[in-house]
């Protein structure tokens, strides 16, 4: 295994931000960690990374226990953080040169820089400061830095957060292609980015692990509920969907836009077809969907 994460308990204060949490990553793979904010993803890859100490469990990457050798599962991991810190003033080179130093890479500096730059696409970029440097810019030298010692593991937390959605094509880009010859554990709240890159997902939900299943599974286990969407011009209130027994969970996504969650949508779509007739409302739109990430990970995660 490339990471193996077992009984995992850390606390601030009374808080329980990650409880008993075990799971593993094996090598070469790219996997998915989901689960809604304050869910404990970024304490998780902190501890995973050596940033943080776990008040319990144990965590294994490539072998090696974080918590006895600190400074060589470094070695082996690189780590995009949630904040990417990077330092302004620097040029991306000379930022590049500091991260290298850091990791000792003496005679291979040069090359490993130019490797990097290449990879994350920042050959156009790399003569300015980071600080004029766009979002999506920003995150590639993160990635850069993160990938100069060659580690076998990259832990990125949501690497694609706050990009434009051409910078996010970009960025899954380069992840797919990093994911080709290393392990990946990525935390992302686009489900579609999830579904584009990962045969695996983990998902938690305040701090425990709810889920941890190949993607196909975890649809197949949520197919019994399908979603059915609907807009309507009008502006109805949510007990008249409360009052249809079909219907098991309503919830409204804008004026006139519900999401509605039942066993049946083709018996919840010709009773909704009557409803309308009998209410005279102007349907926009009426569609359903079996089994998609976006409905398992809410029903796995609305508690
Ligand atoms: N240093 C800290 N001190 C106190 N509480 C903290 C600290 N760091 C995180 N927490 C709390 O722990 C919980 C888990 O936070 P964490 O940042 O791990 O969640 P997350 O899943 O990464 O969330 P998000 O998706 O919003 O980034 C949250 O309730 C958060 O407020």
Not at 120 to 131: A, H, Q, R
Request: aromatic fraction near 6%; charge should be negative; charged fraction near 25%.
């Amino acid at each position: 295994m490339s990471i193996s994460v077992q009984h995992l308990t850390k606390r601030y204060g009374e808080q329980t931000a990650v409880n008993d949490l075990s799971f593993s990553v094996g090598q070469g793979e790219i996997v998915g960690f989901l689960g809604p904010n304050g869910a404990g993803k970024s304490t998780t890859m902190k501890i995973i990374t050596g940033y943080l100490d776990a008040d319990e469990g144990s965590v294994e990457v490539m072998g090696r226990r974080v918590r006895d050798n600190p400074l060589e599962t470094k070695k082996v991991i690189g780590y995009l953080p949630e904040a990417n810190p990077l330092y302004y003033d620097m040029y991306v080179k000379e930022y590049l040169h500091f991260i290298a130093d850091v990791h000792h890479l003496g005679k291979d500096t040069r090359g490993r820089i130019d490797e990097a730059i290449t990879l994350t696409g920042l050959t156009p970029e790399y003569k300015k400061t980071i600080g004029t440097l766009s979002k999506g810019y920003k995150q590639r030298v993160g990635l850069a830095a993160a990938l100069l010692h060659h580690p076998g593991v990259l832990i990125l937390d949501e690497p694609t957060s706050g990009l434009d959605p051409n910078q996010i094509i970009e960025i899954r880009e380069l992840i797919r292609n990093l994911g080709k010859n290393k392990t990946v554990l990525f935390s992302s709240h686009i489900l579609q980015e999830v579904e584009a890159l990962c045969d695996r997902v983990i998902i938690i939900n305040k701090g425990n692990l709810v889920a941890d299943a190949r993607l196909a599974e975890l649809r197949s286990a949520g197919s019994g509920k399908d979603e059915v969407t609907l807009v309507i011009k009008e502006s109805v209130p949510a007990s008249v969907f409360e009052a249809e027994p079909l219907i098991e969970q309503c919830r409204m996504k804008g004026e006139g836009h519900w999401t509605l969650t039942t066993v049946s949508s083709t018996e919840l779509k010709k009773r909704l077809l009557e409803l309308s007739l009998q209410n005279n409302w102007n349907i926009v739109s009426l569609h359903s969907e079996s089994g998609s990430l976006e409905a398992i990970f809410r029903s796995l995660t609305s508690n």
